[in-house]
């Protein structure tokens, strides 16, 4: 008895160890590159673990032009922002001049969005290797699931004259999507008088009157604010943004959506539902 029972153990030992072997395994979760904080210094720390993990895409797309190897590694971001992680192999290292992509383009539906070199952040890894975070804000959601991309980065620029003439070309299909909250802006009778979507990473804002109230982007730009439920302002580290009358903003420092309550646009203050 005592040998059929040892003999039964030891088969059905094998055969979960055969099971657990031959079943494919789930895909390890993605992380934050450490470049992202390290390059741009986002700071992610402040977000839950399952919205940063809505906004990560695992590319890993490599390319190699005049000898110069070029990988997208990691997106991070949502239908107003993204975040592209990239790194250059130099086959003779790193030119002494090279300072910054010359072209960087994201093409989504047939609409071009450059990133600017301001947006472009670099850190050299070793003497052969550097490695670049290209940053892309939309005025307003593009970036859907299922979306088609395209990023086109070309050569170096020193002293705005291109250095390192190579083109890199990646497409793949938009999967990651970080949350993102909407609500009305109102006047004082209640009647529409623009909107608002904000995300971890930006705010869009569009007040229909704002071109008749600021006599500028910036001076609009400077009336948008986040509050949290004590009515504190949410602390946004605003790195850039556009427009007179539809404003978006990035955030340098990421803000956790489930802090904010309301938003100030201009004039008018607007509740988020909880």
Not at 72 to 83: I, P, R, S
Not at 177 to 204: L, P, W
Request: glycine letters at 8%.
């Amino acid at each position: 008895m005592q040998l059929r029972l040892s003999a039964f153990l030891a088969a059905t030992t094998f055969l979960i160890a055969a099971l657990t072997a031959c079943s494919p395994s789930s895909p390890a979760p993605a992380h934050p590159d450490e470049l992202l904080s390290r390059c741009c210094g986002l700071d992610l720390k402040s977000l839950p673990h399952e919205d940063i993990e809505a906004t990560l895409q695992t590319i890993d797309q490599s390319t190699t032009n005049l000898g110069v190897e070029v990988r997208v590694h990691q997106t991070l971001g949502d239908a107003m922002t993204l975040y592209v992680v990239c790194t250059a192999a130099f086959p003779d290292g790193i030119p002494q001049e090279w300072a910054s992509p010359q072209l960087a383009v994201l093409t989504a539906s047939d609409i071009a969005l450059p990133c600017t070199r301001q947006n472009v952040y670099i850190e050299p890894l070793d003497k052969d290797t550097l490695a670049f975070v290209c940053s892309f804000g939309f005025d307003k959601e593009r970036l859907f699931p299922g979306t088609e991309v395209t990023l086109t980065l070309r050569g170096g620029t020193q002293n705005d004259e291109p250095n390192v003439t190579t083109t890199h070309v990646f497409s793949w299909t938009t999967e990651n999507q970080g949350k993102i909250r909407y609500v009305d802006i109102k006047d004082e009778h209640g009647r529409m008088t623009g909107t608002c979507s904000i995300s971890a990473f930006a705010i869009n804002a569009t007040l229909w009157n704002g071109g008749s109230l600021y006599s500028g982007p910036e001076d609009y730009l400077s009336t948008i604010h986040l509050f949290d439920e004590s009515g504190q302002s949410v602390d946004t580290v605003l790195s850039q943004g556009g427009g007179a009358i539809n404003g978006w903003k990035q955030f340098s420092t990421p803000v956790n959506l489930a802090t904010v309550s309301a938003v100030q646009v201009g004039p008018y203050l607007a509740e988020f539902s909880s």
